[in-house]
């Protein structure tokens, strides 16, 4: 059953029908939330990059009240700059969700530490904001989408391009109101990933618990190499970013993540996917095949070497859809999606709208309402990484589907993920959407799911 939803924003207006089109200044879900009681108590998992951002964003509705992290010096500091050192702190996470005073959760971990504490959390009567990509593979797909509908929790990932105003938004009413037509190719471009030398095996940083950051995934040795000082502009010393299989770099290793086809992937592939959606082209793909070139050699699906960063630096992928839709993810051109119809084409990235139906908006502006029609009709804010925590907070509080909802995620995550198996296994793949299986493979189908260590296993 579901837990008695508290009454956090209650003061928040009834939706869109409340707040007209674009209608976000001067009154913000912010402004409008400031009462005390109104705060809801927020337990954070995972206090690395991109949780300061997202706290930062959500502050001002969100009092900080737990902070779990594995790496000690990281939870303490976190604590200190966000909840002034009043937050508990945890290294284990499942601490957090033991307690009752803890309304929602944010899971902000490296990619194959989401899917255990996402499940865990919905279980224990959580509403959770996890970062993308939710899941480090398909199956574990499946098993979010059950949880959710089986306990009816509440869950947005953390694809904050769908909440960005103007720019995706209004690319995205262009397409729904027509102004392309029917799209014939969506291009997801997302850039390079980088490459590593071999980095030798190094001492745990003291206060990281290196077990429980592998958690689920098989153990392996820590590994860092700082590169050597370079100078800024004014002539200090700085370090570069180190190379390691730790810390944000984990996201250019498959057995912590996708690479660049899911880190950036789950972000524009699900513009892409969205635009096909809100074009009426909701069926899934039926073939994905590609080049994808790697530092390291595989075998079997599997890296050779395991001293350096392993998933594909460039590639192309080419995916097929019912009808002759095709979409494509590509390193080699500008970051944007490019979104081509019968009746004209739009360019979309995180600093640039263009193509001839934008020019058109001058003399054929859209109707009022389009962009709230395609944003669920919920309430907007300017800022996008705002504008994505209100927008699931207030979904948690009304019990509503929030805009980065787990069905439209895995549908192009699951994209993404075979991008990286067919990447691995070096051939196409075809894909039974319906079934949810890759045809006649038993080898790739056998990468949709991953083992669980002992010890790490979903508590259900
Ligand atoms: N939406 C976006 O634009 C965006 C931007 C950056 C990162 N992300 C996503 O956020 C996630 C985190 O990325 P990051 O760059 O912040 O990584 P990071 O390495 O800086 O932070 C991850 C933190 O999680 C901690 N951690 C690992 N296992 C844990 C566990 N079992 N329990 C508690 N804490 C644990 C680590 O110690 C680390 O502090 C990734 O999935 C990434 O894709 C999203």
Same mark, same amino acid.
């Given at each position: 059953?579901?837990?008695?939803?508290?009454?956090?924003?209650?003061?928040?207006?009834?939706?869109?029908?409340?707040?007209?089109?674009?209608?976000?200044?001067?009154?913000?879900?912010?402004?409008?939330?400031?009462?005390?009681?109104?705060?809801?108590?927020?337990?954070?998992?995972?206090?690395?990059?991109?949780?300061?951002?997202?706290?930062g964003?959500?502050?001002?509705?969100?009092?900080?009240? !737990?902070? @779990?992290?594995?790496?000690a =010096? /990281?939870?303490?500091?976190?604590?200190?700059?966000? $909840?002034?050192?009043? *937050? #508990?702190?945890?290294?284990?996470?499942?601490?957090?969700?033991?307690?009752?005073?803890?309304?929602?959760?944010?899971?902000?971990?490296?990619?194959?530490?989401?899917?255990?504490?996402?499940?865990?959390?919905?279980?224990?009567?959580?509403?959770?904001?996890?970062?993308?990509?939710?899941?480090?593979?398909?199956?574990?797909?499946?098993?979010?989408?059950?949880?959710?509908?089986?306990?009816g929790?509440?869950?947005?990932?953390?694809?904050?391009?769908?909440?960005?105003?103007?720019?995706?938004?209004? !690319?995205? @009413?262009?397409v729904?109101? =027509? /102004?392309?037509?029917?799209?014939?190719?969506v291009? $997801?471009?997302?850039? *390079? #990933?980088?490459?590593?030398?071999?980095?030798?095996?190094?001492q745990?940083?003291?206060?990281?618990?290196?077990?429980?950051?592998?958690?689920?995934?098989?153990?392996?040795?820590?590994?860092?190499?700082?590169?050597?000082?370079?100078?800024?502009?004014?002539?200090?010393?700085?370090?570069?970013?180190?190379?390691?299989?730790?810390?944000?770099?984990?996201?250019?290793?498959?057995?912590?993540?996708g690479?660049?086809?899911?880190?950036?992937?789950?972000?524009?592939?699900?513009?892409?996917?969205?635009?096909?959606?809100?074009?009426?082209?909701?069926?899934?793909?039926?073939?994905i095949?590609g080049?994808?070139?790697?530092?390291?050699?595989?075998?079997?699906?599997?890296?050779?070497?395991?001293?350096?960063?392993?998933?594909?630096?460039?590639?192309?992928?080419?995916?097929?859809?019912?009808?002759?839709?095709?979409?494509?993810?590509?390193?080699?051109?500008?970051?944007?999606?490019?979104?081509?119809?019968?009746?004209?084409?739009i360019?979309?990235?995180?600093?640039?709208?263009?193509?001839?139906?934008?020019?058109?908006?001058?003399?054929?502006?859209?109707?009022?309402?389009?962009?709230?029609?395609?944003?669920?009709?919920?309430?907007m804010?300017?800022n996008?990484?705002?504008?994505?925590?209100?927008?699931?907070?207030?979904?948690?509080?009304?019990?509503?589907?929030?805009?980065?909802?787990?069905?439209?995620?895995?549908k192009?995550?699951?994209?993404?993920?075979?991008?990286?198996?067919?990447?691995?296994?070096?051939?196409?793949?075809?894909?039974?959407?319906?079934?949810?299986?890759?045809?006649?493979?038993?080898?790739?189908?056998?990468?949709?799911?991953?083992?669980?260590?002992?010890?790490?296993?979903?508590?259900?």
């Amino acid at each position: 059953m579901k837990n008695p939803r508290r009454g956090f924003l209650s003061s928040v207006a009834g939706g869109a029908a409340a707040i007209p089109y674009f209608a976000w200044a001067p009154r913000t879900l912010g402004d409008e939330t400031k009462a005390k009681n109104d705060r809801v108590a927020l337990g954070l998992i995972g206090a690395g990059g991109i949780a300061h951002a997202n706290i930062g964003a959500a502050k001002d509705w969100v009092d900080l009240v !737990a902070i @779990a992290d594995v790496d000690a =010096g /990281r939870r303490e500091a976190f604590n200190e700059k966000h $909840a002034g050192g009043k *937050a #508990a702190v945890y290294d284990d996470y499942r601490r957090i969700l033991e307690r009752n005073d803890v309304d929602v959760i944010h899971v902000a971990t490296p990619d194959h530490w989401h899917t255990k504490p996402v499940v865990e959390a919905m279980l224990a009567g959580k509403d959770v904001y996890c970062e993308k990509p939710l899941t480090l593979t398909i199956d574990e797909g499946k098993l979010i989408r059950k949880i959710q509908k089986q306990t009816g929790r509440i869950v947005q990932v953390g694809t904050q391009q769908r909440s960005t105003f103007p720019l995706f938004a209004t !690319a995205m @009413a262009l397409v729904a109101e =027509g /102004r392309v037509g029917r799209i014939r190719q969506v291009q $997801a471009a997302i850039g *390079a #990933a980088p490459s590593s030398p071999a980095l030798p095996v190094a001492q745990v940083p003291k206060g990281l618990d290196w077990d429980r950051w592998q958690g689920p995934v098989p153990l392996a040795d820590y590994r860092f190499l700082q590169g050597p000082a370079t100078k800024d502009k004014d002539g200090k010393e700085k370090l570069p970013q180190a190379n390691t299989n730790g810390h944000y770099e984990f996201r250019w290793w498959y057995e912590y993540s996708g690479g660049k086809l899911t880190d950036w992937g789950a972000h524009h592939v699900d513009i892409a996917m969205w635009a096909l959606a809100l074009n009426g082209q909701t069926a899934g793909p039926t073939a994905i095949g590609g080049t994808a070139v790697h530092p390291v050699t595989f075998e079997d699906g599997v890296p050779l070497q395991h001293d350096r960063y392993n998933t594909a630096t460039e590639f192309f992928f080419n995916v097929d859809f019912p009808g002759g839709t095709k979409l494509f993810i590509r390193n080699d051109t500008d970051n944007g999606v490019l979104i081509e119809g019968n009746k004209g084409r739009i360019f979309v990235s995180r600093g640039k709208l263009a193509g001839e139906p934008v020019d058109q908006l001058k003399d054929n502006p859209l109707p009022e309402g389009a962009l709230a029609k395609v944003y669920k009709n919920l309430p907007m804010q300017e800022n996008e990484r705002k504008a994505h925590w209100a927008n699931f907070l207030w979904c948690a509080k009304n019990n509503k589907e929030p805009i980065s909802d787990v069905h439209s995620h895995m549908k192009m995550l699951t994209i993404c993920h075979l991008a990286g198996i067919s990447a691995r296994l070096g051939r196409s793949l075809k894909w039974d959407d319906s079934t949810e299986q890759i045809v006649g493979d038993e080898q790739a189908n056998a990468m949709l799911a991953r083992p669980y260590r002992k010890g790490y296993e979903i508590e259900m």
